[in-house]
């Protein structure tokens, strides 16, 4: 088996030149020396069996930040057959230095040089056979997202690869060349093998930055884009959700419900009405997932997230964050995982954690299955988009109330410093494949999380054998009637109990446990729930399901990026206090007033 | 020399240009910095410069955002 490793500054296109070249086999992996998980495909380049790896991106292999620490230690640990190097082709003049210094390396590097159409339009033309043989090694011009050149692309890795021999890099640090020399040989090749305009003007950009960027209207645009997004996922996906629910109870009715007769009750209870619909449930929220997945997929492409980060980083910065911080904040919206990851290029570690500290209060899209049930169920059309509306508020305010609190603690001196890359369309293949990676991630984690939770708490609700399913005397009601001195005074009752233990491995298992607790869905689930808790509660409900902690997921991601298990145990103590205490305020609050 | 007084990237305007002489930080904001495309000899135009917020500099083909207390980091002299 070859290796094959894709290296690249952020923004030059390297994770799309993966997907091209890897298409959707892509898995993420362990390496030896890595701390973190790396994105790797196997492939075949002509008749060779190829592993092909996706570093993080960097902008030199000098750096302190975990992710130029990550492409280090990835280099001296792992032999490579042949290195990628993809450059943006319209930074060659900024961008080569970073190829001449794995040449010097004694890597074999095949050049990479991607967005040749955009250098096209911005009249800048690149001579690749003049700087392939200035550098001594094969240079291709391409486009990643629209395709052109990829079939000499891959030729020349798969050519590069058939002579080469695994290399290995020792000491790497000490053997990085100076970087002014390699500054100087890239500006000698660009002089003689690219002509480009004394200016690059990108005419689009400037007039859409002239807007978004607005001193005094970009940043309230830049909130009326989000709340667009958030709008778009509520109106069209509740008719897309109500007709996967309508599938799954077509094919209970037709297929599921015969087998009673033929199963033994009790089994048939276990597999229809506990396993069956709760999983059903669940994944009837596929599709409002996927649609704001895709959208987030849009907005992240467009290269809108780095103005995002101008525009916030002002606030940001008085919180001691960044506008990098609010951008991954804006991420955890999606999933609270990959925005811990994110964090990865900031350089200071202070900075990295009170990143980390605050982004598993982002509403994520798992919590946002449970809102959107519970609105539906207990508030009328009107009022249930305002209440979702108030948790994304309180989703904030936890935030920066977080941030202001540890602030001080955690104070760092990394400069703020960001590439604003042009507005880009977003490519179709390419937003669909991420939504397909969300797919596939929520499909691995309902066969393992949200299938073990249902069947446990099927179980818990149904055992001791005897007991009135979901009633008292069973497992679910003792740990109920534990629990309760503490979650009694916020407002949640012990059956509701339970089901926030359950939650607290992954949020999706909270509907799919109450159906299987209950083997109510529907309407029928929705009127159990109001008996259960009145508007108020319920609140207080949605409240600490929002604070109290993610999911196990993001708490082991935080201990695997912070690498400090005092880290992580104070960030799940912060979390469950000021869960309790945010619930406990809001429900005896609006008490008092007598609501 | 009267435009002497400007010495850093942050004080200039909206629309300005200047030379880069160099950066004032420890080695490894520094080394950021270079790699990011703020090399002493490059030319330096600011593009916005809002009254809060980060200052946007364009640096040949590459734009970037930086707060102005990295952009006082950077010493230049004025062309002309």
Same mark, same amino acid.
């Given at each position: 088996?070859?290796?094959?490793?894709?290296?690249?500054?952020?923004?030059?296109?390297?994770?799309?030149?993966?997907?091209?070249?890897?298409?959707s086999?892509?898995?993420?992996?362990?390496?030896?020396?890595?701390?973190?998980?790396?994105?790797?495909?196997?492939?075949?380049?002509?008749?060779?069996?190829?592993?092909?790896?996706?570093?993080?991106?960097?902008?030199?292999?000098?750096?302190?930040?975990?992710?130029?620490?990550?492409?280090?230690?990835?280099?001296?640990?792992?032999?490579?057959?042949?290195?990628?190097?993809?450059?943006?082709?319209?930074?060659?003049?900024?961008?080569?230095?970073?190829?001449?210094?794995?040449?010097?390396?004694?890597?074999?590097?095949?050049?990479?040089?991607?967005?040749?159409?955009?250098?096209?339009?911005?009249?800048?033309?690149?001579?690749?056979?003049?700087?392939?043989?200035?550098?001594?090694?094969?240079?291709?011009?391409?486009?990643?997202?629209?395709?052109?050149?990829?079939?000499?692309?891959?030729?020349?890795?798969?050519?590069?690869?058939?002579?080469?021999?695994?290399?290995?890099?020792?000491?790497?640090?000490?053997?990085?060349?100076?970087?002014?020399?390699?500054?100087?040989?890239?500006?000698?090749?660009?002089?003689?093998?690219?002509?480009?305009?004394?200016?690059?003007?990108?005419?689009?950009?400037?007039?859409?930055?002239?807007?978004?960027?607005?001193?005094?209207?970009?940043?309230?645009?830049?909130?009326?884009?989000?709340?667009?997004?958030?709008?778009?996922?509520?109106?069209?996906?509740?008719?897309?959700?109500?007709?996967?629910?309508?599938?799954?109870?077509?094919?209970?009715?037709?297929?599921?419900?015969?087998?009673?007769?033929?199963?033994?009750?009790?089994?048939?209870?276990?597999?229809?009405?506990?396993?069956?619909?709760?999983?059903?449930?669940?994944?009837?929220?596929i599709p409002?997932i996927i649609l704001f997945f895709f959208l987030m997929a849009i907005?992240e492409d467009?290269?809108?997230?780095?103005?995002?980060?101008?525009?916030?980083?002002?606030?940001?910065?008085?919180?001691?964050?960044?506008?990098?911080?609010?951008?991954?904040?804006?991420?955890?919206?999606g999933?609270?995982?990959?925005?811990?990851?994110?964090?990865?290029?900031?350089?200071?570690?202070?900075?990295?954690?009170?990143?980390?500290?605050?982004?598993?209060?982002?509403?994520?899209s798992?919590?946002?299955?449970?809102?959107?049930?519970?609105?539906?169920?207990?508030?009328?059309?009107?009022?249930?988009?305002?209440?979702?509306?108030?948790?994304?508020?309180?989703?904030?305010?936890?935030?920066?109330?977080?941030?202001?609190?540890?602030?001080?603690?955690?104070?760092?001196?990394?400069?703020?410093?960001?590439?604003?890359?042009?507005?880009?369309?977003p490519?179709l293949k390419q937003v669909l494949l991420r939504g397909w990676h969300e797919i596939s991630h929520f499909?691995?984690?309902?066969?393992?999380?949200?299938?073990?939770?249902?069947?446990?708490?099927?179980?818990?609700?149904?055992?001791?054998?005897?007991?009135?399913?979901?009633?008292?005397?069973?497992?679910?009601?003792?740990?109920?009637?534990?629990?309760?001195?503490?979650?009694?005074?916020?407002?949640?009752?012990?059956?509701?109990?339970?089901?926030?233990?359950?939650?607290?491995?992954?949020?999706?298992?909270?509907?799919?446990?109450?159906?299987?607790?209950?083997?109510?869905?529907?309407?029928?689930?929705?009127?159990?729930?109001?008996?259960?808790?009145?508007?108020?509660?319920?609140?207080?409900?949605?409240?600490?399901?929002?604070?109290?902690?993610?999911?196990?997921?993001?708490?082991?991601?935080?201990?695997?990026?912070?690498?400090?298990?005092?880290?992580?145990?104070?960030?799940?103590?912060?979390?469950?206090?000021?869960?309790?205490?945010?619930?406990?305020?809001?429900?005896?609050?609006?008490?008092?007033?007598?609501? | 020399?009267?435009?002497?007084?400007?010495?850093?990237?942050?004080?200039?305007?909206?629309?300005?240009?200047?030379?880069?002489?160099?950066? @004032?930080? %420890?080695?490894? &904001? *520094?080394?950021?910095?270079?790699?990011?495309?703020? !090399?002493?000899?490059?030319? $330096?135009? +600011?593009?916005?410069?809002?009254? @809060?917020? %980060?200052?946007? &500099? *364009?640096?040949?083909?590459?734009?970037?955002?930086? !707060?102005?207390?990295?952009? $006082?980091? +950077?010493?230049?002299?004025?062309?002309?």
């Amino acid at each position: 088996m070859k290796r094959f490793a894709i290296v690249g500054m952020p923004n030059t296109g390297k994770s799309t030149f993966f997907n091209r070249l890897t298409g959707s086999a892509s898995r993420v992996g362990n390496w030896p020396g890595v701390t973190v998980d790396l994105l790797s495909a196997r492939v075949v380049l002509g008749g060779d069996a190829v592993e092909v790896v996706d570093l993080p991106g960097i902008y030199d292999l000098h750096g302190f930040s975990d992710d130029e620490q990550v492409v280090r230690s990835f280099l001296e640990n792992n032999p490579l057959d042949a290195v990628g190097v993809i450059l943006n082709a319209t930074q060659l003049d900024h961008q080569l230095p970073l190829a001449l210094q794995i040449c010097k390396l004694g890597l074999r590097p095949v050049i990479l040089i991607n967005m040749i159409d955009e250098a096209d339009q911005l009249g800048v033309r690149i001579d690749a056979g003049a700087l392939s043989s200035a550098i001594g090694c094969p240079v291709v011009l391409l486009s990643a997202r629209h395709g052109t050149g990829f079939a000499d692309a891959r030729d020349a890795i798969t050519m590069e690869l058939r002579e080469a021999s695994p290399v290995s890099l020792n000491a790497l640090r000490e053997n990085l060349h100076a970087d002014d020399e390699l500054v100087q040989h890239a500006e000698a090749l660009v002089s003689e093998s690219v002509s480009a305009p004394s200016k690059l003007v990108r005419k689009m950009t400037e007039r859409i930055d002239h807007v978004l960027l607005h001193p005094v209207f970009g940043l309230p645009l830049f909130f009326l884009a989000m709340f667009l997004v958030f709008q778009a996922v509520y109106t069209l996906g509740a008719p897309l959700q109500d007709g996967v629910a309508y599938l799954l109870e077509l094919f209970r009715t037709w297929t599921l419900e015969p087998l009673e007769t033929v199963l033994p009750s009790g089994l048939y209870g276990f597999l229809v009405d506990g396993l069956y619909d709760g999983v059903g449930t669940v994944a009837s929220f596929i599709p409002v997932i996927i649609l704001f997945f895709f959208l987030m997929a849009i907005v992240e492409d467009s290269g809108y997230l780095a103005r995002a980060a101008f525009l916030t980083d002002s606030l940001m910065a008085r919180l001691g964050l960044d506008g990098r911080g609010f951008v991954m904040i804006l991420m955890g919206f999606g999933c609270n995982v990959p925005a811990l990851m994110g964090t990865r290029v900031m350089r200071s570690r202070a900075l990295r954690l009170l990143s980390m500290l605050v982004i598993p209060f982002s509403l994520c899209s798992a919590r946002l299955q449970v809102y959107l049930f519970i609105t539906t169920a207990l508030f009328t059309a009107s009022q249930a988009p305002l209440v979702l509306f108030f948790m994304y508020l309180a989703s904030f305010a936890a935030a920066f109330l977080t941030a202001l609190v540890f602030g001080r603690r955690l104070k760092s001196d990394e400069p703020f410093v960001l590439e604003l890359p042009p507005y880009r369309q977003p490519v179709l293949k390419q937003v669909l494949l991420r939504g397909w990676h969300e797919i596939s991630h929520f499909l691995r984690r309902a066969s393992t999380f949200i299938i073990t939770g249902v069947v446990l708490v099927w179980l818990l609700t149904h055992f001791p054998a005897g007991s009135t399913p979901g009633g008292a005397g069973t497992y679910a009601s003792m740990l109920g009637q534990w629990i309760k001195p503490v979650l009694d005074p916020i407002g949640i009752s012990a059956d509701m109990s339970v089901i926030l233990l359950f939650g607290f491995v992954a949020k999706e298992i909270v509907i799919g446990a109450l159906v299987a607790m209950t083997g109510l869905d529907g309407s029928a689930l929705a009127g159990y729930l109001a008996t259960q808790m009145d508007s108020i509660q319920a609140i207080s409900f949605m409240l600490f399901v929002l604070l109290y902690t993610p999911c196990l997921s993001t708490l082991a991601t935080q201990l695997s990026e912070s690498r400090s298990w005092k880290f992580a145990s104070y960030s799940l103590a912060w979390s469950l206090g000021l869960a309790w205490a945010v619930s406990f305020s809001f429900y005896q609050g609006a008490r008092l007033l007598g609501y | 020399m009267s435009m002497n007084n400007i010495d850093n990237l942050s004080s200039l305007r909206k629309g300005q240009t200047a030379l880069i002489t160099g950066i @004032h930080a %420890p080695d490894s &904001i *520094r080394h950021r910095l270079q790699a990011m495309g703020l !090399r002493t000899g490059r030319e $330096a135009e +600011v593009i916005r410069r809002p009254r @809060h917020g %980060p200052m946007q &500099i *364009r640096i040949g083909s590459v734009n970037l955002i930086m !707060r102005r207390c990295d952009a $006082a980091r +950077v010493t230049i002299s004025t062309l002309q």
